[in-house]
């Protein structure tokens, strides 16, 4: 106890601060002691692969299920003390849509509203201004069930909002989404950050991660496997590099000759040499090449979360192999 | 406002979504009249003709609706079950419970709405199926305080018996599962109670299980209050029952409720 008490007195300007947290369904660890801190207004992004305890992490950090150990406190309030004092200044958006079907788009935002115990004025008020600010005042009247996956996951959104919450659960809130719904619900936490709003993200759309969020962790097996910006964990893995796909192994030899920096890979014909991307360093390597090689194809690789993310998420895999 | 006003509250915005959910799909509320309703006219018109002569010296001189109409009642509080457990896993496998669980309201109130919905509809389907009773010939001598008490029976019994559907549709994991969880009281039970025939009738292994099971008593106390006959220590019995039954369903739904939904 003492040690959360500490925690929970740390943490002005702290959102979220998390401290081993473990959890396991019937003998299997989902989550295996994760540390995480996050600031007040930051966007926190939880990226990993399927079944890494993303769904898991938010689930316990909204008070929706106990953890096996750990300890965390949630703006300000111990999560096991005071899940009351913390629900009351969360929103959580799940990953499956949690709308009432059988009450109108309007209907479940004041639902939210008397549930909030919001006087009965401001409830339509809020109401009216949400269904506007999500485009959805023109379907306000109709059954969720007419609406399409976009305009769901809006309302979602609009009903986690009613209440004002100063940190916000997304749990991939881009799944499942056509790419302009996807468009939309960017722009949408955009707005939220502006607002100063605290956003803790799941995603496994490593563009997302990237484009979002301020800081990412990444989390596979249960575990954080790198945390830090967009940039630094670009940073991590080796440059930029263009590769050289050769018709046979005589030209790979010449290719290998005349840029002697590249590494080859016989087996693929394939010749990696490092190289910044840009326009005049590509030609210089180019002229060195000359035209007497056979190049088949040839592609430039700047580094990406992608590149980030499977190099963590194998090396992993490799530590965890028998 | 205190905690305890806010949970009186919540219940009430839980149960007027209850009641919008049964106004815009009434289609369950329908046939939740429908099944009493069919067992009724089934009783009457077809089996009831030699089931009235066999009950000779245990019914005397009354016609077979009186003795029925009582056990239509019950079963018409039973069909409500399945109404609960469905819309209870509804909301459970969809997202909206774990909505509200991760909000600042009061558990037993998400849950209290359920109740509160099973309580009313329940008032209306039995008053429903009560009017068509009385147009097939049933005739209740009941007292004015015995009408009082025969509303009071179903109340009870209906609060119990939303707990334990809500229970059932908190513990199973789909909503056909919930749905299959409720023909025990739907059917089973009542029709091993005296609600049909007298216990008397029974082999003797139903005879025991009927006489020791809660419809019995329930069936019981209804009838004995509609017909103007002394209910004595049944009445009791019904309402101990009731509330055996509300506690081990409360109990149950809020520890599943507890655990959530994965």
Same mark, same amino acid.
Request: charged fraction near 20%; proline fraction near 4%.
């Given at each position: 106890?003492?040690?959360?008490?500490?925690?929970?007195?740390?943490?002005?300007?702290?959102?979220?601060?998390?401290?081993?947290?473990?959890?396991?369904?019937?003998?299997?660890?989902?989550?295996?002691?994760?540390?995480?801190?996050?600031?007040?207004?930051?966007?926190?992004?939880?990226?990993?692969?399927?079944?890494? @305890?993303?769904?898991?992490?938010?689930?316990?950090?909204?008070?929706?299920?106990?953890?096996?150990?750990?300890?965390?406190?949630?703006?300000?309030? =111990?999560?096991?003390?005071?899940?009351?004092?913390?629900?009351?200044?969360?929103?959580?958006?799940?990953?499956?849509?949690?709308?009432?079907?059988?009450?109108?788009?309007?209907?479940?935002?004041?639902?939210?509203?008397?549930?909030?115990?919001?006087?009965?004025?401001?409830?339509?008020?809020?109401?009216?201004?949400?269904? =506007?600010?999500?485009?959805?005042?023109?379907?306000?009247?109709?059954?969720?069930?007419?609406?399409?996956?976009?305009?769901?996951?809006?309302?979602?959104?609009?009903?986690?909002?009613?209440?004002?919450?100063?940190?916000?659960?997304? /749990?991939?809130?881009?799944?499942?989404?056509?790419?302009?719904?996807?468009?939309?619900?960017?722009?949408?936490?955009?707005?939220?950050?502006? =607002?100063?709003?605290?956003?803790?993200?799941?995603?496994?759309?490593?563009?997302?991660?990237?484009?979002?969020?301020?800081?990412?962790?990444?989390?596979?097996?249960?575990?954080?496997? *790198?945390?830090?910006?967009?940039?630094?964990?670009?940073?991590?893995?080796?440059?930029?590099?263009?590769?050289?796909?050769? *018709?046979?192994?005589?030209?790979?030899?010449?290719?290998?000759?005349?840029?002697?920096? @590249?590494?080859?890979?016989?087996?693929?014909?394939?010749?990696?040499?490092?190289?910044? @991307?840009?326009?005049?360093?590509?030609?210089?390597?180019?002229?060195?090449?000359?035209?007497?090689?056979?190049?088949?194809?040839?592609?430039?690789?700047?580094? /990406?979360?992608?590149?980030?993310?499977?190099?963590?998420?194998?090396?992993?895999?490799?530590?965890?192999?028998? | 406002?205190?905690?305890?006003?806010?949970?009186?509250? /919540?219940?009430?915005?839980?149960?007027?979504?209850?009641?919008?959910?049964?106004?815009?799909?009434?289609?369950?509320?329908?046939?939740?009249?429908?099944?009493?309703?069919?067992?009724?006219?089934?009783?009457?018109?077809?089996?009831?003709?030699?089931?009235?002569?066999?009950?000779?010296?245990?019914?005397? !001189?009354?016609?077979?609706?009186?003795?029925? *109409?009582?056990?239509?009642?019950?079963?018409?509080?039973?069909?409500?079950?399945?109404?609960?457990?469905?819309?209870?896993?509804?909301?459970?496998?969809?997202?909206?419970?774990?909505?509200?669980?991760?909000?600042?309201?009061?558990?037993?109130?998400?849950?209290?709405?359920?109740?509160?919905?099973?309580?009313?509809?329940?008032?209306?389907?039995?008053?429903?199926?009560? @009017?068509?009773?009385?147009?097939?010939?049933?005739?209740?001598?009941?007292?004015?305080?015995?009408?009082?008490? +025969?509303?009071?029976?179903?109340?009870?019994?209906?609060?119990?018996?939303?707990?334990?559907?809500?229970?059932?549709?908190?513990?199973?994991?789909?909503?056909? !599962?919930?749905?299959?969880?409720?023909?025990?009281?739907?059917?089973?039970?009542?029709?091993?109670?005296?609600?049909?025939?007298?216990?008397?009738?029974?082999?003797?292994?139903?005879?025991?299980?009927?006489?020791?099971?809660?419809?019995?008593?329930? +069936?019981?106390?209804?009838?004995?209050?509609?017909?103007?006959?002394?209910?004595?220590?049944?009445?009791?019995?019904?309402?101990?029952?009731?509330?055996?039954?509300?506690?081990?369903?409360?109990?149950?739904?809020?520890?599943?409720?507890?655990?959530?939904?994965?």
């Amino acid at each position: 106890m003492v040690r959360m008490n500490a925690l929970t007195e740390n943490s002005t300007g702290t959102a979220i601060c998390v401290t081993g947290l473990r959890k396991t369904y019937g003998g299997q660890v989902v989550l295996d002691g994760i540390d995480l801190a996050i600031g007040e207004g930051e966007v926190f992004a939880l990226l990993g692969p399927n079944g890494a @305890g993303k769904t898991t992490t938010v689930r316990i950090l909204s008070t929706l299920i106990p953890a096996d150990a750990g300890a965390a406190s949630v703006m300000g309030h =111990d999560l096991r003390g005071e899940p009351g004092a913390v629900r009351a200044k969360i929103g959580v958006t799940g990953q499956f849509s949690a709308v009432d079907d059988m009450l109108t788009g309007e209907e479940n935002l004041l639902l939210i509203g008397r549930l909030l115990h919001l006087p009965a004025a401001e409830r339509r008020e809020r109401a009216a201004w949400l269904l =506007d600010r999500f485009e959805l005042t023109e379907a306000a009247k109709r059954l969720p069930a007419t609406y399409s996956g976009g305009m769901r996951r809006r309302l979602d959104i609009a009903m986690t909002l009613m209440g004002r919450p100063r940190l916000i659960f997304l /749990d991939e809130p881009t799944a499942g989404l056509d790419p302009r719904s996807r468009h939309t619900m960017w722009q949408i936490v955009g707005d939220l950050v502006a =607002d100063g709003v605290t956003i803790f993200l799941t995603t496994q759309y490593l563009e997302e991660a990237d484009r979002l969020a301020d800081r990412i962790a990444v989390l596979n097996h249960g575990r954080i496997v *790198a945390e830090g910006t967009p940039a630094e964990l670009k940073r991590r893995i080796s440059g930029a590099h263009i590769l050289l796909r050769l *018709a046979d192994s005589a030209s790979l030899d010449a290719a290998a000759l005349a840029l002697p920096e @590249g590494t080859r890979d016989d087996e693929e014909l394939v010749l990696r040499v490092p190289n910044d @991307g840009g326009i005049r360093t590509l030609r210089a390597a180019l002229t060195r090449l000359g035209d007497g090689v056979a190049v088949e194809d040839l592609s430039i690789h700047t580094p /990406d979360l992608d590149d980030v993310f499977f190099a963590l998420t194998s090396d992993q895999d490799k530590e965890l192999a028998p | 406002m205190t905690a305890l006003t806010f949970a009186a509250e /919540d219940s009430l915005t839980m149960v007027g979504r209850e009641l919008k959910h049964t106004i815009r799909y009434p289609l369950m509320l329908i046939a939740s009249i429908m099944t009493p309703v069919v067992m009724l006219l089934l009783f009457v018109y077809i089996l009831g003709g030699p089931i009235g002569h066999g009950l000779g010296d245990a019914w005397r !001189g009354a016609s077979y609706v009186d003795f029925l *109409a009582p056990g239509i009642l019950m079963m018409t509080v039973a069909a409500g079950s399945s109404t609960t457990a469905i819309t209870v896993s509804t909301d459970m496998t969809g997202g909206i419970t774990d909505r509200f669980r991760a909000m600042a309201v009061s558990r037993a109130a998400v849950l209290a709405g359920h109740v509160g919905g099973y309580v009313l509809r329940t008032l209306l389907t039995c008053t429903v199926v009560t @009017g068509v009773a009385l147009l097939v010939g049933f005739r209740p001598h009941a007292s004015v305080a015995g009408w009082f008490a +025969v509303i009071g029976t179903i109340v009870a019994f209906s609060f119990a018996l939303a707990w334990l559907s809500v229970a059932l549709g908190l513990v199973t994991k789909t909503v056909a !599962g919930a749905n299959s969880s409720t023909l025990p009281i739907l059917f089973l039970l009542p029709f091993l109670s005296s609600a049909f025939v007298p216990a008397s009738s029974m082999p003797a292994g139903v005879r025991w299980f009927s006489a020791h099971q809660p419809f019995t008593p329930v +069936v019981e106390t209804l009838r004995g209050l509609l017909t103007g006959a002394p209910v004595g220590h049944t009445g009791y019995l019904a309402l101990a029952w009731c509330g055996g039954i509300a506690l081990t369903g409360y109990l149950l739904a809020r520890a599943a409720f507890r655990r959530g939904t994965r």
